[in-house]
């Protein structure tokens, strides 16, 4: 089985566009009561208790969230590279 077809690997990509949506929604204003505001709401319930670790150890940068980096590049490398180990 390839890493492309590995269910981790599909889970770990899929997580990754999820995180992406956020932050990509986070720069837009969202009224309540709308279905963007619903979106934000799950994005945020799927996406928070990941993040939540980075922000206790990662302090911002002025407005800028360097934690939301932080853990975007860790489940990348263990999406690409521990994965990639365990699938020989």
């Known amino acids: 089985m390839s890493l ?3 269910p981790l690997y ?3 990509v899929v ?21 963007l505001a619903t979106v934000n709401h799950w994005l945020y319930v799927l996406t928070e208790p990941f993040l939540a670790p980075f ?11 360097v934690s939301y980096l932080v853990a ?3 489940l990348w490398l263990v999406t690409q590279y ?3 180990r365990v699938v020989v």
Not at 17 to 35: C, D, H, K, Y
Not at 55 to 65: A, E, L, Q, S
Request: charged share 10%.
């Open 4 to 6: 492309v077809h590995h």
């Open 10 to 12: 599909l889970v770990g």
């Open 55 to 65: 922000r206790k150890v990662v302090p911002p940068m002025g407005m800028i969230d």
């Open 82 to 84: 521990l994965l990639a």
């Open 15 to 35: 997580y990754l566009i999820i995180l992406v949506l956020r932050a990509a929604l986070s720069w837009f204003p969202v009224q309540p009561g709308t279905a």
């Open 72 to 74: 975007v590049l860790v």
